[in-house]
């Protein structure tokens, strides 16, 4: 290789900051052992309160991620801009013979991955939401190599077993997973499921596994959740309960949910086998729920509901999502789809009994 060809491995020689990443933070995720290091003890000190839910085992890692608190940083490299869904072009990517180098635009950080090793360079404590998302990037990594795709969804389970939720943006997909958990259940995701063949559960057999981030809900979902009251202040509560019931489901305001302080410790899983994929169909004013189980293969037209392109900070995208892939890997799911009108109480008991659990009573409606 010519000495001036650009390589991953120089681009950390010279962006690395001046004191080393002697500091060290240990996960276990799911099945993965993760340790970070980084230059930054008050870094690790952020990422270990909001991975307070999976303290490592002691055990030597899987998978090491240095992350160095620096400047921002803007290598000469050829980028290449990425327009991702929204079709606004946040990061830009260079592939080097050792690996990618993606560039968040707006922050200056680097996220570095592949054979040179897994990097995140920059101002990273004023910008934590994109270093935890670059952790969990390679983790979900992992989960790909084994066979996972990955879908639009969030999840609970009681248990070994999980009911997977899907649905267009707006559907409730957090409200109605926070809503089954107000009923025992514990959560596995909120928004990016991987999910993938489970070689312990014989052919067809599917494995869900969860991105550790908090849910993130809009107001609606807090009024009507009694586990929940203390997101909001006393003045929130009642500008809110004053709205109209059809602008208080369509007002986006996002607040993230604290698993541990609202449902206790021990209530955020990461894995479980997936019993089911619930798919919400319904709609404000659509009178009464019903559900229906059906297959895939007879519901193609729900597919945009769940399938999640991948974006270039993993190691396989830039990569669009494939229909044939989701028909494979879901043949013998079972799916339910919940359509009519909006009944969260009614949804949550649906879901608990494919869990094998019943459900007291239901609940007013909310969203996420």
């Known amino acids: 290789m010519d000495a001036r060809t650009p390589t991953c491995r120089r681009i950390l020689e010279m962006s690395a900051g001046e004191t080393p990443p002697d500091h060290a933070l240990h996960l276990r995720l799911a099945d993965t052992r993760v340790t970070v290091r980084s230059n930054s003890a008050e870094l690790l000190q952020d990422l270990d309160v909001h991975y307070r839910e999976f303290p490592g085992d002691g055990g030597e890692a899987d998978l090491l991620v240095t992350v160095v608190e620096t400047g921002p940083l803007v290598p000469d490299l050829p980028f290449v801009p990425w327009t991702g869904e929204d079709d606004a072009a946040k990061e830009e990517f260079?592939?080097?013979?050792?690996?990618?180098?993606?560039?968040?635009?707006?922050?200056?950080?680097?996220?570095?991955?592949?054979?040179?090793?897994?990097?995140?360079?920059?101002?990273?404590?004023?910008?934590?939401?994109?270093?935890?998302?670059?952790?969990?990037?390679?983790?979900?990594?992992?989960?790909?190599?084994?066979?996972?795709?990955?879908?639009?969804?969030?999840?609970?389970?009681?248990?070994?077993?999980?009911?997977?939720?899907?649905?267009?943006?707006?559907?409730?997909?957090?409200?109605?997973?926070?809503e089954v958990m107000r009923h025992g259940a514990s959560f596995v995701s909120n928004d990016r499921l991987l999910v993938g063949p489970d070689p312990?559960?014989?052919?067809?057999?599917?494995?869900?596994?969860?991105?550790?981030?908090?849910?993130?809900?809009?107001?609606?979902?807090?009024?009507?959740?009694?586990?929940?009251?203390?997101?909001?202040?006393?003045?929130?509560?009642?500008?809110?309960?004053?709205?109209?019931?059809?602008?208080?489901?369509?007002?986006?305001?996002?607040?993230?949910?604290?698993?541990?302080?609202?449902?206790?410790?021990?209530?955020?899983?990461?894995?479980?086998?997936?019993?089911?994929?619930?798919?919400?169909?319904?709609?404000?004013?659509?009178?009464?729920?019903?559900?229906?189980?059906?297959?895939?293969?007879s519901r193609p037209d729900l597919l945009p509901a769940f399938m999640k392109d991948r974006g270039v900070i993993f190691e396989e995208g830039p990569r669009r999502a494939e229909a044939a892939d989701y028909l494979s890997l879901l043949g013998r799911c079972p799916v339910l789809v919940l359509d009519g009108g909006v009944d969260f109480g009614h949804a949550a008991a649906v879901c608990l009994d494919v869990l094998g659990a019943s459900c007291p009573g239901k609940s007013p409606e909310g969203r996420a």
């Open 200 to 297: 312990g559960s014989g052919p067809g057999g599917l494995i869900a596994t969860g991105i550790p981030r908090m849910p993130r809900v809009n107001p609606g979902t807090l009024l009507h959740n009694d586990r929940l009251g203390a997101v909001l202040t006393e003045e929130e509560r009642a500008a809110y309960a004053g709205l109209p019931p059809r602008v208080l489901w369509s007002l986006e305001r996002k607040y993230d949910i604290p698993i541990r302080d609202c449902f206790g410790p021990g209530r955020f899983r990461l894995r479980a086998g997936l019993a089911a994929l619930v798919v919400l169909c319904w709609r404000p004013g659509g009178g009464e729920a019903r559900a229906a189980w059906t297959d895939i293969a």
């Open 94 to 178: 260079a592939d080097l013979p050792d690996g990618r180098i993606v560039r968040k635009r707006r922050t200056g950080l680097l996220l570095v991955f592949g054979s040179a090793g897994h990097f995140v360079l920059g101002p990273c404590r004023r910008h934590l939401d994109q270093v935890i998302n670059a952790i969990n990037a390679r983790f979900a990594d992992r989960q790909f190599r084994a066979g996972a795709a990955l879908f639009h969804a969030a999840a609970v389970c009681l248990g070994e077993s999980a009911v997977a939720v899907a649905g267009f943006a707006g559907a409730g997909k957090s409200t109605l997973a926070l």
